[in-house]
């Protein structure tokens, strides 16, 4: 086989109609060989002929879309300075844009050979692993985006849906069962409708860069469902397409990208630059082991047979090093400029801004994104913590950064499943969290409210389930959180009891409530809408089946109805996602009214000793639309209704009195009720007043069930 020099950039495979360059990262390479495979499986080598600032690199004429390659690398030998390097190994591309195929999990996958104890004897496992690895393909990237243009929705409009690419549509009858668990089922017309319905803009997709089922997980019958176990952070996972895996995936990728940005939806992906999928030291040799262990991972300075684990996978990506910053810089802009995405999720996100050893909010990774012409530009999303120590760091990450607030989720459930708490962090929590985000300069967006997420109960097992039923995970039930801080209304699990179904439903409706009127961004679960059980499991990242498909033929229709209903709300009420903070004082001169008040249940404003009772269930809040401080897109200031929400959290009924302040309202319409799940479309008409509608004057008195939520329109 020919092979000429070719050139070091760009990394990986590119092909340019006439042939492919390859190239690829290694500083402790001696020799690099690029390995093809025909469709029986035969390989063929040649040795990268050229090296340029430690790339190794050559370009094969007549080598096209289509080819499946990887790589062996010769070098040393030394496990005791971090160094890896067994040509027996196959290896992918880094950079490669497609991969075919999972790992069999047979001894030869390893590096070491293992003594009678199975632990490593760090000698060197010289088993040919090609017959048992997935294989990198080379891509053709052309595509007619045919004008594609991202929605770009503004931050504090945006409504996101955490989704799996495969669990959305597998049992949808709507969708034909080829493409039900592909990246074309989320671009079905029948998924579309089902998102344009509900009135969400972005999809936050679980991660879709190529992953690997665990030999641990496979061996007791299982999978990698969620598919935090990235080995290419450029290729869509090959599983979730259904025009194949020879580079097709790509294509259909692009495809689904431009009929959702057709319809106003954003793409987020949740990616995982932590750590990868070859483990811990016992793990297998796939990629980046191989090509140069010591340059891309992080290894334990006093043992460096050993790694730096701040993930809990057994391994950390060493983002202190350049080649590892171009990688994730790399990835992330080809997934903008060449994939269209509209954003990312960046899983235990602190892991990447860690130094030496703490987390620096200055690292060099923020730096690179901050300065970065095309990645500054998308949503940016951290999960604020990692397993290692200082890891927390809600609050924490610099602008233009948003987080996924773990810390509104727990007091959201502990105020509805009434717990003594402090009133005000629920306070703060509802106004977007400014304890957290206003002090740098950053805006209510920052907050991404959630109450469940992919990782623990969905909102239906979250009021049914006291404890996790996680048997069919294979862990004794040893896995997943113990505490679902929530209230499940009495009765564990599935009941007929027409009692408990209902006060599950109105703790549902409260949830929703609070996180869709929240100020910050709100992201609902996907299938919580419907009403999606996962049988009290809370941790179901290896159950690929039934247990975490949603389930279309037993859709809560009410349930859907108010949390679309809920959406229309917020989306037509600039007073429920504002731009910047309350300041708490009137916001025009003249103006009698703040742009926020809250109060006790007798009608007076809140004292400070009000805040500290933890006892207190109980609380109302004014949000003045007529004063908002906020403009639009063209700088027109908004002008919107006024609302005052009653929240009772106590198991019994409590009186409210409205307020008697000039300038605060003085005739108040009703228009939704968690209480009353009957109400047409889940609320109550918006425009005047139907003939005999109870309208509700400053001074009354109003009865506000047990455990639920009043929202009044001021008239």
Request: hydrophobic share 40%; net charge negative.
């Amino acid at each position: 086989m020919k092979i000429f020099p070719g050139s070091a950039y760009p990394l990986g495979a590119s092909f340019d109609g006439a042939g492919t360059n390859f190239s690829v990262f290694s500083e402790v390479a001696q020799r690099i060989e690029i390995c093809l495979f025909d469709e029986q499986g035969r390989e063929s080598r040649a040795e990268l002929p050229e090296v340029t600032a430690f790339c190794r690199h050559g370009y094969l004429p007549g080598v096209g879309p289509g080819q499946r390659y990887g790589f062996r690398v010769h070098g040393p030998w030394a496990p005791e300075a971090g160094h890896l390097c067994l040509p027996a190994k196959l290896l992918l591309d880094p950079y490669a844009k497609a991969i075919a195929g999972q790992v069999v999990w047979h001894d030869a996958v390893y590096p070491y050979s293992r003594d009678s104890r199975g632990d490593a004897s760090w000698r060197p496992n010289n088993l040919d692993s090609a017959p048992y690895v997935p294989r990198s393909v080379v891509v053709d990237t052309s595509f007619d985006w045919e004008g594609d243009q991202p929605p770009r929705v503004p931050a504090h409009e945006s409504i996101i849906y955490e989704v799996h690419v495969k669990g959305f549509s597998m049992r949808h009858p709507g969708i034909p069962s080829e493409l039900r668990g592909t990246y074309a089922g989320l671009a079905h017309p029948a998924a579309i409708a089902h998102w344009k319905r509900l009135g969400i803009t972005a999809l936050e997709l679980l991660p879709v860069h190529q992953f690997i089922h665990d030999g641990a997980l496979v061996a007791r019958g299982l999978r990698n469902y969620w598919g935090y176990n990235s080995i290419g952070y450029l290729a869509p996972h090959d599983e979730y397409s259904a025009a194949g895996a020879a580079g097709q995936q790509v294509r259909e990728w692009k495809q689904m990208v431009k009929a959702l940005h057709r319809e106003g939806i954003e793409v987020i992906l949740d990616v995982v630059y932590n750590h990868t999928a070859e483990g811990n030291h016992l793990g297998p040799i796939l990629c980046f082991r191989g090509l140069d262990n010591a340059a891309f991972y992080r290894l334990r300075p006093d043992d460096r047979r050993h790694y730096v684990d701040y993930t809990g996978t057994g391994n950390t990506l060493d983002a202190r090093r350049p080649n590892v910053l171009q990688l994730i810089m790399d990835s992330l802009r080809y997934w903008v400029q060449e994939m269209h995405v509209d954003g990312f999720r960046f899983d235990l996100a602190t892991t990447l801004a860690r130094e030496a050893h703490d987390y620096d909010r200055f690292s060099p990774f923020f730096a690179l994104v901050l300065q970065d012409p095309v990645v500054r530009r998308v949503k940016l999303i951290a999960e604020p913590w990692d397993l290692g120590e200082g890891g927390y760091q809600a609050g924490n990450f610099p602008p233009p950064w948003s987080e996924w607030n773990g810390k509104y989720r727990d007091t959201v459930r502990d105020f509805w499943r009434g717990a003594d708490h402090n009133l005000g962090d629920f306070a703060d929590r509802f106004t977007g969290t400014s304890s957290l985000f206003a002090a740098a300069a950053r805006p209510p967006a920052a907050s991404i409210d959630f109450v469940t997420a992919h990782d623990g109960f969905t909102l239906a097992d979250l009021v049914s389930y006291d404890e996790k039923h996680n048997l069919a995970n294979g862990e004794d039930n040893r896995d997943g959180t113990d505490d679902n801080r929530s209230w499940n209304c009495g009765v564990e699990g599935p009941t007929e009891d027409p009692a408990v179904r209902a006060l599950r439903g109105r703790q549902q409706r409260n949830f929703l409530t609070t996180l869709l009127l929240s100020q910050g961004v709100p992201m609902l679960l996907g299938g919580d809408e419907i009403g999606r059980t996962q049988r009290g499991n809370n941790n179901a990242y290896c159950q690929d089946n039934e247990i975490s498909w949603l389930d279309w033929q037993a859709v809560d229709e009410p349930l859907l109805r108010f949390t679309a209903a809920l959406i229309g709300l917020r989306r037509r009420h600039p007073v429920f996602r504002r731009r910047h903070w309350f300041l708490g004082k009137p916001l025009t001169r003249g103006a009698r009214a703040s742009d926020i008040g809250w109060f006790r249940p007798d009608g007076a404003r809140m004292r400070k000793a009000d805040w500290r009772q933890g006892f207190a269930r109980s609380l109302g809040l004014f949000l003045n639309g007529h004063g908002i401080h906020d403009l639009d897109a063209r700088g027109q200031r908004l002008v919107d209704d006024s609302f005052y929400l009653l929240f009772n959290a106590h198991h019994e009924p409590v009186p409210f009195r409205l307020p008697v302040r000039p300038g605060w309202g003085e005739r108040w319409l009703p228009v939704l009720d968690t209480a009353a799940p009957d109400q047409p479309e889940g609320t109550a008409p918006e425009g005047a007043p139907a003939p005999g509608q109870q309208l509700l004057a400053a001074g009354h008195e109003v009865l506000v069930a047990g455990r639920s939520i009043l929202l009044l329109r001021r008239i």
